[in-house]
């Protein structure tokens, strides 16, 4: 059950990665059947802010997964 769930959110922090990259193709217009978009450099930063944020919260997250995946090994 914990490995179950260790592996549950091991799997939505790749679909909060996944939608990371997502955000950075629309914002350069590199999405399939999307058009090229020409972003500002104030749009770029921003996007690129966002993205480095959502990506050091999910490292954070994984380290306490480590963790809890350590405890886990322990018990077993």
């Known amino acids: 059950m914990l490995?179950?769930?260790?592996?549950a959110e091991?799997?939505?922090?790749?679909?909060i990665l996944?939608?990371?990259g997502e955000k950075i193709q629309s914002i350069i217009?590199?999405?399939?059947g999307q058009t090229l978009n020409n972003?500002?450099?104030t749009e770029l930063l921003e996007i690129n802010a966002?993205?480095?944020k959502t990506i050091n919260n999910?490292?954070?997250k994984?380290?306490?997964?480590?963790?809890?995946?350590c405890d886990v090994i322990k018990i077993i």
């Not at 490995?3 to 592996?7: E, F, K, Q, T």
């Not at 091991?10 to 679909?15: I, P, Q, V």
């Not at 217009?29 to 399939?32: A, C, D, E």
């Open 3 to 7: 490995l179950a769930s260790i592996a």
């Open 10 to 15: 091991e799997t939505a922090l790749a679909l």
């Open 18 to 20: 996944t939608a990371e």
């Open 29 to 32: 217009g590199t999405l399939p």
């Open 39 to 41: 972003p500002t450099l």
């Open 50 to 52: 966002s993205v480095n």
């Open 58 to 60: 999910v490292i954070k």
């Open 62 to 69: 994984e380290m306490l997964l480590l963790f809890k995946l």
